[in-house]
């Protein structure tokens, strides 16, 4: 029997714009928004932040 994933374990990424050239991150809690990490350094790119911010999740994840 298959269950479906709680809540709990589930993220989103929120990538935004700083100023004109700088893209920053942040790692939010699914069912509640919380923000639970962000980046600390801005991108010039949003690819560059994207790129950063599987790598943090990837960790949050696998601590949980």
Do not use: K, N
Not at 9 to 16: A, C, E, H, M, S
Not at 29 to 47: G, H, M, P
Not at 49 to 57: E, G, K, N, R
């Amino acid at each position: 029997m298959h269950s479906e994933p709680t809540s709990e374990g589930r993220y989103f990424v929120r990538i935004g714009q700083q100023d004109a050239d700088a893209f920053g991150w942040e790692i939010c809690r699914e069912r509640d928004s919380i923000r639970l990490r962000r980046s600390t350094r801005l991108f010039a790119t949003r690819l560059e932040a994207i790129l950063d911010s599987v790598q943090a999740t990837a960790s949050l994840t696998t601590a949980s």
